[in-house]
């Protein structure tokens, strides 16, 4: 039988997907990301990094807004992970000096620059690197001979900053930004879209014992489009606010304004309102919501439990 395309839930019909819209057309109106200026003796790299970063966000959430156009919008919650990291570098970034910045930012440049030359090489040969590619002979060689070098470098900046490693990690990353929780929080899930995973796998299969498993149903694919509409829009404000005191040295400019009460309420009033997608749903547990009549007791239970939670360990506080 041949594979049929899912029905999937319009995604345009969803308030949040069309706030998304209203929102990110907002933001290209009153937000200009410009070009920087080519200065080879003083290049700014955590401005580039801002520029780079604001860019690749605001297109990747009009992505997200085409994805759901095709009724696609599930396959947004890869962008997530991108997002909410650019939002922890640029936020550490400008936590540093101009020159720490910047110093951190060519060694790991340099670092990833050699890999990448060295590991096309390892794949297509010598030859073909010179002959397809116009390298010169020796020109892949003579880098690889300064990747030590490098890795020196990255030594001294670890022993100055205190990370494991390498690189910095993303969760290492977290810990400098005061951003931890929300990395555990979104890491997994995230991590999951992009790369493979058991779990994830049987998180999209569906179905009931005895009957046809799915790995298309239409209600978590609109559950997972409704979490990157919610998440996106959330991490790029986050990733502008970290990035505030830097933006017009990363040839951004925003409205006077921008960061007002005011300004807030117009631009992300409609999101709020919405309230938050939970990552994990309930039903890939298998739960359900209590029976009519029994939520409210149940709630009760639950409270109550919280609250002898929080009385014994202010208890145990007192004792000590």
């Given amino acids: 039988m041949d594979d049929e395309i899912s029905p999937v839930l319009n995604d345009t019909l969803s308030p949040r997907f069309q706030a998304l819209k209203s ?18 003796s003083d290049l700014d790299v955590r401005a580039l990094t801002i520029n780079n970063c604001m860019r690749r966000q605001r297109d990747a959430i009009e992505g997200a807004i085409a994805l759901g156009d095709a009724r696609q919008g599930h396959l947004a919650v890869a962008f997530v992970r991108a997002f909410l990291e650019e939002r922890m570098w640029v936020t550490f970034l400008a936590s540093m000096t101009h020159s720490e910045a910047n110093g951190l930012l060519l060694v790991m440049g340099r670092w990833d620059a050699r890999r990448a030359l060295i590991a096309q090489r390892d794949y297509i040969g010598d030859l073909d690197m010179t002959l397809h590619l116009w390298f010169p002979p020796g020109f892949v060689d003579a880098h690889a001979a300064t990747l030590d070098d490098v890795k020196n470098e990255l030594r001294q900046l670890r022993g100055r900053w205190g990370w494991q490693g390498i690189l910095p990690s993303a969760k290492w990353v977290a810990e ?4 931890l929780e929300e990395y555990e929080y979104l890491h997994s899930a995230t991590s999951r879209a992009l790369h493979f995973s058991a779990g994830e796998v049987l998180r999209r299969g569906w179905g009931v014992p005895g009957g046809a ?15 990157a509409y919610d998440q996106l829009w959330r991490q790029h404000i986050g990733t502008i606010i970290g990035a505030a005191d830097f933006l017009g040295d990363a040839s ?3 409205p006077d304004d921008f960061f007002s009460e005011e300004n807030r309420i117009k631009l992300i009033s409609e999101l709020t309102n919405l309230g938050r ?10 739960l359900a919501p209590p029976a009519s009549g029994t939520r409210i007791a149940w709630a ?18 007192g004792s000590q």
């Fill in 23 to 40: 929102f990110s057309a907002r933001m290209r109106r009153e937000i200009r990301v410009g070009s920087l200026i080519w200065d080879e």
């Fill in 176 to 179: 400098q930004t005061s951003l």
């Fill in 213 to 227: 498993l799915v790995t298309d149903k239409d209600e978590f694919r609109e559950h997972l489009a409704e979490f």
């Fill in 252 to 254: 951004i400019s925003v």
């Fill in 300 to 317: 009760a239970v639950t409270l109550a439990q919280s609250a002898d939670a929080g009385l014994d360990e202010a208890s145990e506080t």
């Fill in 277 to 286: 997608v939970p990552l994990v749903h309930a039903h890939e547990w298998n």
